[in-house]
């Protein structure tokens, strides 16, 4: 699936004209195809691995081509690295290993043949020039074996976040020789506690606790709510532009949606009962949540204003944390219906509630339910498993459930990535409680928070 | 597809905005929730019941004089809260029934707020840490009702009663035991209108 011959230049301008409206602070004007030196009418562009291996991808530090861009370099290199190893489609060489290979400053010095007995299937060659405040980025990918140049991009704009370059060109190559949505520009959210403020108050003991978000690989940790209140259960909507979470800044929660570019805040519930746990539907229009309203916890969806609530669920036990399925036909939930303290997890239609079915049969204790994003079609939620939580992953085709974390610390909270391959969780292995980032294999594990507590992430698209 | 140039504006203006309330406290530390062990495959034990509720509700009032009504009357909201002559109910692991310790102070409360009829409560549920963070929202928000319906079978307008759960997010006491858990599964009045 990956052999597709292409012709290369039409390519590469079709995918610089994708890229126009993707990267930041990127004038269009600057950019050009480079490497058209390159005559060839016909090339590989994707490159294999030996024997149907993983190709095995090198990238040495970017040349900065003034001194101030050093560190600019520096950094693409290394988290394009890092972005690249977290997909696990390439094998990526350790950059510790590639001081045998003579140091290339320009593309036409690349030592093929060096990089070639380093057992590299792909190199980069970039170079970073900064002006100012602004830099412009140049990449190639080199076929090592035939020397040719498969990948060829350049970026200009602000200097302030390199990393943000690194994560364009990840998902750009992941995309072209892999066919795969990359996470490199995800980011995500979740609460944090790490100010260490005391809420204002009667009651002395209580922190406050504010929602963040980061870059997916958690750099860049930014607050976006100030309150000083307890602000809980974020989510994102599909566009990533908005994060809709419950704040108790009026006593009872309220579910707000935050325009995080915009500094524009929504009161979506706008007064009415206690709201928890918003979730957007796929589409962005609805977003579901639970309510006490009508006098007893139970799962609504409304349109993304406010408008038209309608009523899911109606019954006497506690019915929370809903999860919308990829196709936005159906929700899952939490329900405790067959006992206090042994939720389980639910299945119903989100049109109108109907064709209530239950999931988990072989749990003693499952909640916050996170459905995949297709092709993957599987519910990832808290399981009890002795006194604490792990987290689980049930297939929703074939009803297996296989298990991600062992009882390392208690794992809670499971938020899938958009292309389905991780899931951010929280867990007590590392101290306090901390969000992580996991392969879906249960492999890769990436500690994401350290300060303060952090819980309750959401993945952005 | 949404541009990005915007996106990175907003967020240098976002980080600005943040960068004054960011500067960290001392940290303390969080103690690790005691590990499960690693053979374990039981679903959890169901813990020894937690000590008599009275003896918890003693534990959880500073010493204070005894109320008089007009004391009690000129009292600001926040005086009211910080010495509040409604007590916490509690509530056994994994359960949203008040049992007869439970009643008694919820009945004790209604007494107090048919004295002072303008009052209005909002009633709120917490939870202890065992359960998962999501769940507990929905259990503390059972808590909440229970104790909410029961008022109001003793003739309290339910017009007087909000009720909101705080989940497991606001432990009472931060130790991780038995007795802490037991003094964390609660319902907490607060006084928000007189």
Redesign the interface.
Same mark, same amino acid.
């Given at each position: 699936m990956h052999t597709t011959r292409l012709r290369m230049r039409g390519t590469i301008l079709a995918a610089l004209t994708a890229a126009v %409206?993707?990267?930041?602070?990127?004038n269009p004007a600057t950019m050009q195809a480079i490497g058209g030196q390159n005559q060839q009418p016909e090339i590989e562009l994707v490159i294999g691995g030996d024997g149907g291996a993983p190709p095995r991808y090198a990238v040495p530090d970017f040349v900065a081509l003034s001194p101030d861009a050093a560190e600019a370099a520096r950094t693409i290199s290394q988290v394009l690295w890092d972005d690249l190893a977290f997909e696990r489609e390439f094998y990526l060489i350790p950059r510790d290993t590639y001081s045998s290979v003579p140091a290339a400053r320009s593309a036409e010095q690349v030592p093929f043949a060096s990089w070639r007995e380093l057992g590299a299937d792909a190199v980069f060659f970039g170079t970073v020039q900064r002006t100012g405040d602004t830099v412009r980025v140049q990449v190639r990918l080199f076929n090592v074996r035939t020397r040719q140049t498969v990948f060829a991009k350049e970026y200009s704009g602000?200097a302030?976040?390199p990393r943000?370059y690194a994560h364009t060109l990840a998902d750009e190559v992941h995309l072209q020789q892999r066919a795969l949505r990359g996470v490199a520009r995800t980011k995500l959210s979740f609460v944090s506690d790490?100010?260490?403020?005391r809420l204002v #108050?009667?009651?002395d003991?209580?922190?406050v606790?504010e929602i963040y978000i980061s870059d997916y690989d958690g750099a860049?940790q930014?607050?976006?709510t100030?309150t000083r209140q307890?602000n809980?259960?974020p989510s994102w909507s599909p &566009? +990533?532009?908005a994060v809709a979470y419950s704040s =108790?800044r009026n006593? +009872?929660?309220q579910i707000f949606i935050s325009l995080?570019?915009? $500094?524009v805040l929504e009161n979506a519930t706008k007064g009415i009962g %206690?709201n928890? *746990?918003p979730v957007f539907s796929p589409d962005g229009t609805k977003i579901a949540f *639970?309510s006490?309203r009508d $006098?007893?916890?139970e799962i609504y969806v409304m349109n993304r204003d406010g408008s038209n609530v309608r009523r899911l669920t109606d019954h006497p +036990?506690? &019915?929370?944390?809903p999860t919308w399925s990829p196709t936005g036909s159906q929700i899952a939930f939490?329900s &405790?219906r067959t $006992?206090? $303290?042994?939720?389980q997890i639910y299945i119903i239609n989100s049109a109108d509630g109907s064709n209530l079915r239950r999931l988990t049969m072989n749990e @003693? =204790?499952a &909640?916050?339910p996170t459905w995949s994003p297709a092709p993957f079609n599987e519910i990832a939620y !808290?399981a009890?498993?002795?006194?604490?939580?792990d987290v689980k992953v049930l297939d929703l085709a074939t009803g297996t459930v296989r298990q991600i974390t062992? @009882?390392e610390? !208690?794992n809670? @909270?499971p938020a899938y990535s958009p292309n389905g391959k991780h899931l951010a969780f929280?867990s007590?292995r590392a101290?306090?409680?901390q969000v992580f980032t996991i392969g879906r294999d249960g492999r890769g594990l990436k500690q994401i928070t350290r !300060? #303060?507590?952090n819980? *309750?992430p959401a993945w952005s698209q | 597809m949404i541009s990005r140039r915007g996106v990175v504006a907003a967020l240098a203006v976002l980080a600005v905005m943040a960068a004054p309330a960011c500067s960290r406290r001392s940290k303390v530390p969080v103690p690790l929730p005691p590990q499960p062990a690693p053979t374990q495959t039981q679903p959890p034990a169901v813990p020894p019941p937690p000590p008599p509720p009275q003896v918890a509700v003693e534990d959880l009032q500073p010493s204070s004089p005894p109320l008089t009504e007009d004391s009690v009357a000129n009292r600001s909201l926040d005086e009211l809260n910080r010495n509040s002559p409604l007590q916490p109910a509690f509530f056994g692991t994994d359960s949203a029934d008040l049992d007869d310790a439970g009643r008694a102070v919820v009945s004790n409360n209604v007494d107090v707020m048919k004295k002072y009829s303008q009052w209005v409560v909002t009633i709120e549920g917490h939870c202890d840490e065992r359960g998962t963070a999501e769940y507990n929202l929905a259990l503390g928000e059972r808590r909440a009702v229970a104790v909410k319906t029961y008022m109001v079978s003793l003739g309290i307008g339910p017009d007087r009663v909000r009720t909101v759960s705080y989940g497991k997010e606001f432990p009472f006491d931060q130790a991780h035991s038995d007795e802490a858990w037991s003094r964390n599964r609660r319902a907490h009045f607060v006084i928000t209108a007189k």
């Amino acid at each position: 699936m990956h052999t597709t011959r292409l012709r290369m230049r039409g390519t590469i301008l079709a995918a610089l004209t994708a890229a126009v %409206s993707l990267w930041p602070g990127l004038n269009p004007a600057t950019m050009q195809a480079i490497g058209g030196q390159n005559q060839q009418p016909e090339i590989e562009l994707v490159i294999g691995g030996d024997g149907g291996a993983p190709p095995r991808y090198a990238v040495p530090d970017f040349v900065a081509l003034s001194p101030d861009a050093a560190e600019a370099a520096r950094t693409i290199s290394q988290v394009l690295w890092d972005d690249l190893a977290f997909e696990r489609e390439f094998y990526l060489i350790p950059r510790d290993t590639y001081s045998s290979v003579p140091a290339a400053r320009s593309a036409e010095q690349v030592p093929f043949a060096s990089w070639r007995e380093l057992g590299a299937d792909a190199v980069f060659f970039g170079t970073v020039q900064r002006t100012g405040d602004t830099v412009r980025v140049q990449v190639r990918l080199f076929n090592v074996r035939t020397r040719q140049t498969v990948f060829a991009k350049e970026y200009s704009g602000t200097a302030a976040n390199p990393r943000l370059y690194a994560h364009t060109l990840a998902d750009e190559v992941h995309l072209q020789q892999r066919a795969l949505r990359g996470v490199a520009r995800t980011k995500l959210s979740f609460v944090s506690d790490r100010n260490r403020e005391r809420l204002v #108050g009667p009651i002395d003991n209580r922190e406050v606790k504010e929602i963040y978000i980061s870059d997916y690989d958690g750099a860049n940790q930014r607050r976006i709510t100030t309150t000083r209140q307890l602000n809980i259960t974020p989510s994102w909507s599909p &566009d +990533a532009r908005a994060v809709a979470y419950s704040s =108790y800044r009026n006593v +009872a929660p309220q579910i707000f949606i935050s325009l995080i570019y915009q $500094g524009v805040l929504e009161n979506a519930t706008k007064g009415i009962g %206690s709201n928890y *746990m918003p979730v957007f539907s796929p589409d962005g229009t609805k977003i579901a949540f *639970m309510s006490n309203r009508d $006098g007893n916890p139970e799962i609504y969806v409304m349109n993304r204003d406010g408008s038209n609530v309608r009523r899911l669920t109606d019954h006497p +036990a506690g &019915d929370g944390s809903p999860t919308w399925s990829p196709t936005g036909s159906q929700i899952a939930f939490t329900s &405790d219906r067959t $006992g206090t $303290g042994r939720p389980q997890i639910y299945i119903i239609n989100s049109a109108d509630g109907s064709n209530l079915r239950r999931l988990t049969m072989n749990e @003693s =204790y499952a &909640d916050r339910p996170t459905w995949s994003p297709a092709p993957f079609n599987e519910i990832a939620y !808290s399981a009890g498993t002795g006194a604490w939580y792990d987290v689980k992953v049930l297939d929703l085709a074939t009803g297996t459930v296989r298990q991600i974390t062992f @009882s390392e610390g !208690s794992n809670e @909270s499971p938020a899938y990535s958009p292309n389905g391959k991780h899931l951010a969780f929280t867990s007590t292995r590392a101290g306090g409680t901390q969000v992580f980032t996991i392969g879906r294999d249960g492999r890769g594990l990436k500690q994401i928070t350290r !300060s #303060g507590n952090n819980t *309750m992430p959401a993945w952005s698209q | 597809m949404i541009s990005r140039r915007g996106v990175v504006a907003a967020l240098a203006v976002l980080a600005v905005m943040a960068a004054p309330a960011c500067s960290r406290r001392s940290k303390v530390p969080v103690p690790l929730p005691p590990q499960p062990a690693p053979t374990q495959t039981q679903p959890p034990a169901v813990p020894p019941p937690p000590p008599p509720p009275q003896v918890a509700v003693e534990d959880l009032q500073p010493s204070s004089p005894p109320l008089t009504e007009d004391s009690v009357a000129n009292r600001s909201l926040d005086e009211l809260n910080r010495n509040s002559p409604l007590q916490p109910a509690f509530f056994g692991t994994d359960s949203a029934d008040l049992d007869d310790a439970g009643r008694a102070v919820v009945s004790n409360n209604v007494d107090v707020m048919k004295k002072y009829s303008q009052w209005v409560v909002t009633i709120e549920g917490h939870c202890d840490e065992r359960g998962t963070a999501e769940y507990n929202l929905a259990l503390g928000e059972r808590r909440a009702v229970a104790v909410k319906t029961y008022m109001v079978s003793l003739g309290i307008g339910p017009d007087r009663v909000r009720t909101v759960s705080y989940g497991k997010e606001f432990p009472f006491d931060q130790a991780h035991s038995d007795e802490a858990w037991s003094r964390n599964r609660r319902a907490h009045f607060v006084i928000t209108a007189k």
